[in-house]
Structure formats: structure tokens, C-alpha cells
């Protein structure tokens, strides 16, 4: 069956740092993959999505490429902000299946 | 921006009492899900409603909980006899297709069963 996996986090930063969380993918065929965020007390919010190999998802200084060839859809943002604290997950989803998450990774960045 | 919208945001129920979480999907979208997330563990599919009929159910999904559409805005799901591992956040989702595109979730329904 399709899975996800990402990084074991949590994962402290300071502001200004280099971003890298680790996503890569089981799954059959050509699934669509995407990142999502869940800020404290909040709901899950769709940060980037990428529908085919060798796309790039960007949004908000964020971005992810679709890698066939390794199954990985690592999320990278060149430079963190106190705000970017928050829960993120990769996702799968494949021709109309539900959506499998991955077990999320904490990213807490520090003023 | 269209939003999902939940409601209650919190609910503290009795063990053993129903309880119905309610949610409004985005107006166009067609199709609609309901996950849950156990505090500090991962997203979990339970349901996905497509047409007025149930498309697909995860193991977790059972005879305790059921959804329904009762009028052309909401999508409910009652869980029916709530027990202690009931507690967790739901979250309901729409999408305008079912292929590939983005889930739009709504904050959820932070679940207490006492």
C-alpha cells in the first residue's frame, strides 16, 4: 500500500537557518504528493503540492521538488523565520485514493 | 479564499454518549473526507463521501461512527457510544476532484471524551 515517511523531528533552528525535512514515499504508479502545515491550535493548511515527477511545489519561501527517482519529496526553505514554527507533513494521494499522511515533523525556530 | 468551517471547535462528552461533529465543506467541492489526529500522532484517514454514499473507510472506521449529508451544506460524522480513545482532533476536508487534487481542511473538532 502507499505510505510516507519523513524525518524524525523535533527540529530546532535559529532564525535565518537552512531548512531540509526529509520526505520520501511508497506508493504505486504516479501519485501526486504535497506538504502540509498545522500552526499551534490550528487546522492542517496546504503549503505546497507537486502532481508529477521532477515538478517543484513552492509557496511562502518554501519548496519541494517530485523525485521519481529517489521516491523523496524533501521540503527545503533557504531561510526560517520564528513564524515558520508548526507541524509539517508530507502526502500522498494516488488516482482518487485517500490522502496518506506521514507522521509529521515539529520544526520550532528560535529569535 | 473558500474555507472549511467545523463546528464545535471543542467538545467534551460523557464516555458512552453520541456526539456529532459537524463541518461545511467548500460550496463547488463534491467531494469530502473526515480524518483524525491522536494527540501528537499522525493524520488518519477515516472516511471518504462521495455521491451521497461512502467511497472508502479505513479499518478505524466502524460500526460506532457513521457520516452523513443531511442538506446541501453540511457533512456530519457521529460517533455513536464514545469511549476514552474516542479523544482527538477531527478534521474534515473537501475536494472538487477525488484525482490528486488538494484536500482543503477545516481547523477541526478537538474531541474530549471524559
Known amino acids: 500500500g502507499n505510505s510516507v515517511t519523513q524525518m524524525e523531528g523535533p527540529v530546532t533552528l535559529s532564525e535565518e537557518a537552512f531548512l531540509t525535512i526529509n520526505c520520501t514515499y511508497t506508493?504505486?504508479?504516479?501519485?501526486?504528493l504535497f506538504w502540509y502545515v498545522q500552526y499551534p491550535g490550528e487546522g492542517l493548511q496546504l503549503l505546497l503540492k507537486?502532481?508529477?515527477?521532477?515538478d517543484k511545489g513552492s509557496n511562502k519561501g518554501f519548496e519541494a521538488t517530485y523525485r521519481k527517482e529517489t521516491t523523496s519529496f524533501h521540503l527545503e526553505k533557504g531561510s526560517v523565520q520564528v513564524s515558520d514554527s508548526a507541524v509539517y507533513f508530507c502526502?500522498?494521494?494516488?488516482?482518487?485514493?485517500?490522502?496518506?499522511f506521514g507522521p509529521g515533523t515539529r520544526l520550532s525556530v528560535l529569535p | 479564499e473558500p474555507e472549511v468551517t467545523q463546528t464545535p471547535s471543542h467538545q467534551v462528552t460523557q464516555m458512552g454518549q453520541e456526539v456529532i461533529l459537524r463541518c461545511v465543506p467548500i460550496?463547488?467541492?463534491?467531494?469530502f473526507y473526515w480524518y483524525r489526529q491522536i494527540l501528537g500522532q499522525k493524520v488518519e484517514f477515516l472516511v471518504s463521501?462521495?455521491?451521497?454514499?461512502?467511497?472508502?473507510k479505513s479499518e478505524i472506521f466502524d460500526d460506532q461512527f457513521s457520516v452523513e449529508r443531511p442538506d446541501g451544506s453540511n457533512f456530519t460524522l457521529k460517533i455513536r457510544s464514545t469511549k476514552l480513545e474516542d479523544s482527538a482532533m477531527y478534521f474534515c476536508?473537501?475536494?472538487?476532484?477525488?484525482?490528486?487534487?488538494?484536500?482543503?481542511f477545516g481547523d477541526g473538532t478537538r474531541l474530549s471524551i471524559l
Open positions: 476536508a473537501s475536494s472538487s476532484e477525488s484525482s490528486n487534487q488538494p484536500q482543503h
Open positions: 506508493a504505486t504508479g504516479y501519485p501526486s
Open positions: 507537486a502532481t508529477k515527477a521532477d
Open positions: 502526502a500522498l494521494t494516488n488516482y482518487g485514493q485517500n490522502f496518506v
Open positions: 460550496s463547488n467541492h463534491l467531494y
Open positions: 463521501f462521495y455521491n451521497n454514499e461512502i467511497s472508502e
